[in-house]
């Protein structure tokens, strides 16, 4: 069974550029979390969907970050225009339907963004 | 305010030389509490749930066990590939939200 996939892994730009991340989450998981995790820092949950309807944003800077999730499927985040603060690892995670049980989270590997 | 907290922040062990990781946690109704695995580049690794005071789980050289105020990870004759940090994360039943501590750094010498 295919993991979450994440592209890209890396990503390199210079302040006040827009940068998207993409995440395929395993097939069947309803849930689907976007993480910001600093260095020698835990995730910190930026986004949560359950299917379409994004259910907890309260952590995502809304007024550079934006994401989507077209179908209750793949999703994007997107960061415009990025800071220098904005590097850090951005992780993708994905689960079955909180209400069916289902709250162990599987990771993607992250993409690393690197803001200059 | 929701809070995980973890220690120590790094964690060096002999090849054999057991010992155990601390999660101290406050939650207004705990859902769950997770254990993750993280290796250097890579998203973390699902290890353990457990939902309540009392419950233990095993996989291999390791155990989770739960109280109402604190969780702990216990390596027993640890290898060099548990070299890792391990996460502990808490999901309370009111927001659903899921909240990690910072880590514990665990490096083995064999």
């Known amino acids: 069974e295919a993991g979450v996939v994440q592209s890209p892994r890396y990503k390199i730009i210079e302040k006040k550029q827009p940068v998207a991340f993409w995440c395929n989450p395993i097939?069947?998981?309803?849930?689907l979390y976007w993480y910001r995790q600093n260095l020698g820092q835990g995730p910190e949950l930026l986004i949560r969907?359950?299917?379409?309807?994004?259910?907890?944003d309260s952590q995502l800077p809304k007024d550079r970050f934006s994401a989507e999730r077209l179908k209750g499927v793949d999703s994007t985040l997107k960061i415009q225009p990025a800071e220098l603060g904005d590097s850090a690892v951005y992780l993708c995670a994905s689960s079955l339907n909180l209400w069916a049980g289902g709250n162990e989270q599987f990771f993607g590997p992250g993409t690393r963004l690197t803001v200059l | 305010e929701d809070q995980v907290t973890q220690s120590p922040e790094a964690l060096r062990l002999q090849e054999g030389e057991s010992s155990s990781l601390n999660c101290s946690y406050t939650v207004s109704g705990l859902r769950g509490l997770f254990w993750y695995r993280q290796d250097p580049g890579k998203g973390p690794e699902f290890l353990f749930t457990?939902?309540?005071a009392g419950e233990e789980k095993e996989k291999e050289r390791l155990k989770a066990t739960l109280t109402k105020k604190e969780s702990f990870l216990h390596i027993t004759a640890p290898k060099p590939e548990d070299s890792a940090t391990y996460l502990c994360?808490?999901?309370?039943?009111?927001?659903?939200?899921?909240?990690f501590g910072k880590g514990t750094r665990l490096h083995i010498l064999p």
């Open positions: 969907y359950e299917n379409e309807e994004a259910v907890d």
């Open positions: 457990l939902y309540s």
């Open positions: 994360a808490v999901q309370a039943w009111r927001d659903d939200k899921i909240i």
């Open positions: 097939s069947g998981h309803n849930t």
